[in-house]
């Protein structure tokens, strides 16, 4: 039974392409302890927004005739399976470094399995307080490798689960038994009706739209990660976009208002990029003075990489307006996004016998590297082609998005 | 023997807003009834407390004499549920449920399966993600009802379906009901579906039961009078006519809904009043939920 339900899983697929996705890896770089947690973060959050994964069980699970304690357990073995399958690939090659990950990742879910997050119901201190955890255990496991650290952490998962395990009621819960007060509101600030005054007022819902607990893990898992290994944060672009996946449908009811398009699209694009920029402002900050084998300052780093994921971003966010544009099916979209990722990459394979330090580096850490490189040993007048490149693009698909005549293929489909 | 007992039943997510405020109803075996209310009556409340899924603040609930609280997995062996939000795992394949399911209770009916996937016409090797909301929700009535349970439970079911797969839907259930015996509970915005389904309804408002009757009971007991607005003409007025249920203002005229015979309904007013007889008559459920719920 236990397998069946681990089947049903909706997390179940990730660690069926995570299986795939690691001996890949594996072959890819050198360095792919850095790739690998950036999978997991991914994983993570793609597994979040697609398969329930903050929950306990979904409606679905809880409908059926099976006592809580069951169904947890299927969770539990499908969330570890999502972090053990991948990690235990890399283990023979990496040892205590990916156990760290892999242990790490295990707190997150250790916390978030002692919530009661189903239905809106788990408190957002309590959010704040997990993911801290999970950032906290991540840095220490991955600065101080001993043993009694990682026993440490082990004790503190078991003991999570097991105070878990006893406080499961007999049927999942849909909703907590706390009561949250009524906020009482004050007066909203009016505006003369069809005036549009009001920085404020006219960009509330799209504040709305992308604020909450995903920022702010994202800019912290950016900012550690970058500590890390700075090469590592580029691999974050995973990360990020899956965060904001829902931030172009969280915005397109605006389409049925008499807000400009040229808002919405600045905003659906402005979000990722400024979350990026900041992301890696603080890594800036917080990085090591190198980048695999070379020796770099953080500020080099701060900059470059910024740029560098400012042009990855705006392609990617541009391609989805093009599969918009175009009601292209989901997967062909997909197949747009890689386009140009893969363009990029390709521009380095014909680099990639470059050797550092006479020693024959790995695909990865050459892509990382000269794509940092490439921005600042560039003459200036380059540089300012490239951004005028950048802003000609973001101004063809701002144009490209207001001629649309429909939005977005799931307006369509609810129209036929 | 009644199959549910909802006494007294409390729950809030809020302080100080309960969504369900003493809520008290039984079902019988064998009934159909629909649930009714506006959007945050309750009604998804009720039914998930019923499944065990939300625990109420205060009150009691029995299934088959049970409590959802302490024995969920008894209760839903003997349950069908279906939702509007039961979303399935996208990328499991019709075969692949059914399956699962078929290994969970042990009373399922392969021929009974294997009727309704053909009467569907759907794809036992499809995925839910590549079927339409129409066959997904196909596929969680099968799953709902192989096992012929002895109590659906029916949570907007049709929500969101094109009428004509909305009445594929509701007709199926029916057939099944009419075979198995099946006690049926469902919440619905559509009315006709309700006056084509139910024996009885149970309407909620405000978290608490406003009119629980037989349906066709209710469509001959009760009667709308419209009265023109007047000196002596209020809501407060209309209301303290003996038989009234709710009235309320509708501009220039006062709608009350009333017990009673429209001829008699009408001579009571006029008496109370001093009007002349407004006119009265008995009009579809709609009108009546209308009237009733509306503000």
Known sequence: MLWKLVRIDPCFPWVVRLTLVSPLLLLLSEYSIPILAALYSAVVALASSTGSYQRRASLYQTALPLPARTIWLSRVVVHSLLFAVPGVVFLPKFGLRILAVMVSFAVLHAVLCTLRPERDSAPGWWILVSSAAFLVAMGALQFYQRGWLFLAVFAVILALYGWTWTRLPAGFQLASERLESVRTMGVPATAPAGSGQGWLARNRPFLKAFVGWQPVVSLGVIALQGSLWSGEAAFTILFVPSAFSSLWDSCLWMEATPTPRRRIFAWVMGVPLALYVSGFAMCGLTQRTTIGPYPVDAQYLTINFALALLLLVTLVQSMNVVQRRLQMSKSSGYVMICLPMAAILALFLPLTQLNGNGRKLSFASKGAYLLSRYLTDQPLPLSILCALCLIGVYLYMERDFQRADVPCRRQMNSAV | ?295
């Open chain 2, 1 to 295: 023997m009644q199959i549910l007992q909802i006494n007294n039943v409390v729950r809030a997510y809020r302080r100080g807003v309960p969504v369900l405020d003493g809520t008290s109803f039984a079902v019988e075996k064998g009934e159909v009834v629909g649930l009714l209310g506006r959007n945050g009556a309750g009604k998804t409340t009720l039914l998930r407390i019923l499944m065990g899924m939300i625990k109420p603040q205060s009150g009691a609930v029995r299934v088959f004499g049970m409590d959802p609280q302490l024995q969920p997995v008894e209760i839903k062996r003997r349950t069908g549920f279906v939702a509007e939000d039961q979303v399935y795992p996208p990328l499991c394949r019709a075969s692949e449920l059914l399956l699962f399911h078929r290994s969970l209770y042990a009373g399922w009916d392969n021929a009974m399966e294997d009727e309704l996937v053909s009467r569907f016409g759907l794809r036992r090797d499809a995925r839910i993600s590549e079927m339409s909301k129409g066959e997904a929700r196909q596929v969680a009535l099968i799953c709902a009802v192989c096992h012929k349970p002895e109590l659906l439970i029916l949570d907007e079911p049709a929500g969101g379906l094109d009428p004509a797969a909305r009445r594929e839907f509701l007709e199926t259930s029916i057939q099944l009901l009419n075979r198995a015996g099946t006690t049926i509970l469902f919440s619905s915005h559509h009315m006709a579906d309700v006056e084509r389904i139910a024996s009885r309804v149970v309407l909620l408002d405000k978290g608490k039961v406003c009119i629980d009757s037989d349906l066709d009971q209710l469509r001959e007991t009760l009667c709308i009078a419209v009265v023109p607005l007047g000196d002596t003409v209020t809501v407060a007025a209309l209301e303290a006519v003996l038989g009234c249920v709710r009235a309320r203002n509708n501009g220039h005229s006062v709608h009350g809904v009333f017990h009673g015979d429209p001829d008699e309904v009408a001579a009571r007013i006029a008496g109370a009043l001093r009007v002349d007889p407004p006119p009265c008559q008995n009009v579809p459920l709609e009108e009546l939920f209308i009237e009733i719920v509306g503000r």
